[in-house]
């Protein structure tokens, strides 16, 4: 695992494919670090990149001489208003596969005591709480990712990489129930006054946001509920991480290329750019416990979602879903349908001669 600078990048990726060994890189906050990660997969070398949400969320070219001090932070975040944009280009090409938080937050007395000597700003900056935010914002809302590469970029990939998963990164039967409710249209106003972080400011301060988490379930259970925080302490459990992920070693043992881009993902993401093509819609997102609450009435028919990518249902079309079951009798405004008795096989009826 190596932190980000040119040279930190160029020597262990040389070495890393010398040695067939695999290379993790964190803290990427320039657009050239990523472009040598990118060119170093493509030339079939098993190496992995994280950038930041503040590097993807803001640079320094807004931010007031006198204001820097705050965000001092190693690496550094960038100048150029370009860097953002470019390093979420470089997460939806693959040459980076993760997204970190990096959060260390301080007050802003805390930061000033480095006033009159740089070497004494304690470096870091807040970023836990807003990252998933940022990248939908930045990422999906700006139509740069669609919604499976922001789960592969936020979830799937740090649990392969990290040989959690599926027990993490999926939605399955047999893995952790960790799910979170996501609303796309919703927005919200990054502040001080309403985080959750033991600070006096927030570098995003004032920033609005697409894509807000209504409800974040943790092994089945509710932990965040529109912006409330419910946890119980001792909740928590150690996750181990076994040695030689799949994910990894399969590259380096030649089973996959890094540049084939196998992973389930990515198809999935390639998928829903193919959906995006066609003239379909699915209906707007209200919010889930108002829904569950028998408040509102089902979606209707070709109402927009907002975000770029996603389509559903095509107007016109049966819907080959229709049964006669019903989870809610609340929410079912159709009535009860009568069964109807199919003679022939599942296959359909066959004239064929036998």
């Known amino acids: 695992m190596v932190d980000e600078s040119i040279d930190d990048i160029k020597v262990p990726d040389q070495a890393s494919g010398k040695m067939k060994t695999p290379l993790y890189v964190v803290s990427i906050t320039s657009k050239s670090s990523a472009e040598i990660l990118g060119r170093a997969r493509r030339s079939g070398f098993c190496v992995f990149g994280e950038t930041l949400a503040r590097c993807i969320g803001l640079s320094l070219s807004g931010v007031r001489k006198s204001e820097r001090i705050y965000y001092i932070t190693s690496p550094p975040i960038r100048m150029s208003p370009e860097t953002p944009r470019q390093l979420m280009?470089?997460?939806?090409?693959?040459?980076?596969?993760?997204?970190?938080?990096?959060?260390?937050?301080?007050?802003?007395?805390?930061?000033?005591?480095?006033?009159?000597d740089f070497t004494k700003i304690?470096?870091?900056a807040n970023g836990a709480?807003?990252?998933?935010?940022?990248v939908w914002e930045k990422g999906v809302h700006q139509g740069l990712l669609d919604p499976c590469r922001?789960?592969?970029?936020t979830s799937t990939n740090a649990a392969k990489i990290f040989n959690v998963y599926p027990q993490k990164g999926r939605?399955?039967?047999?893995?952790?129930?960790?799910?979170?409710?996501?609303?796309?249209?919703?927005?919200?106003?990054?502040?001080?006054?309403?985080?959750?972080?033991?600070?006096?400011?927030?570098i995003f301060e004032g920033m609005t946001v697409h894509g807000v988490p209504e409800f974040v379930l943790v092994r089945g259970r509710v932990c965040a509920e529109n912006g409330v925080v419910r946890v119980a302490e001792g909740f928590?459990?150690?996750i181990p991480m076994s040695v030689r992920p799949p994910f990894v070693y399969d590259i380096i043992e030649g089973k996959v290329q890094s540049s084939e881009e196998p992973h389930e993902e990515y198809q999935n993401g390639s998928m829903a750019k193919k959906l995006a093509e066609l003239d379909i819609q699915i209906p707007a997102h209200e919010p889930i416990s108002a829904m569950l609450a028998g408040n509102l009435p089902m979606p209707a028919e070709g109402s927009i979602c907002s975000t770029p990518s996603v389509r559903g249902r095509v107007?016109?079309?049966?819907?080959?879903?229709?049964?006669?079951?019903?989870?809610?009798?609340?929410?079912?405004?159709v009535g009860v349908r009568s069964c109807i008795k199919v003679k022939n096989p599942p296959g359909g009826k066959s004239s064929g001669f036998w």
């Open 122 to 124: 304690p470096n870091g």
């Open 171 to 202: 939605i399955a039967v047999g893995s952790d129930a960790d799910i979170v409710i996501w609303n796309p249209q919703a927005t919200r106003t990054i502040s001080k006054d309403t985080h959750h972080h033991a600070s006096d400011y927030n």
């Open 236 to 238: 928590g459990r150690f």
């Open 129 to 134: 709480e807003d990252r998933m935010s940022l």
């Open 315 to 333: 107007d016109g079309k049966r819907d080959m879903q229709e049964s006669s079951f019903s989870i809610s009798e609340e929410l079912d405004t």
């Open 150 to 153: 922001f789960v592969a970029v």
């Open 89 to 116: 280009k470089s997460l939806a090409y693959d040459d980076l596969q993760v997204t970190g938080s990096d959060n260390c937050s301080f007050n802003k007395n805390q930061k000033e005591i480095g006033s009159n």
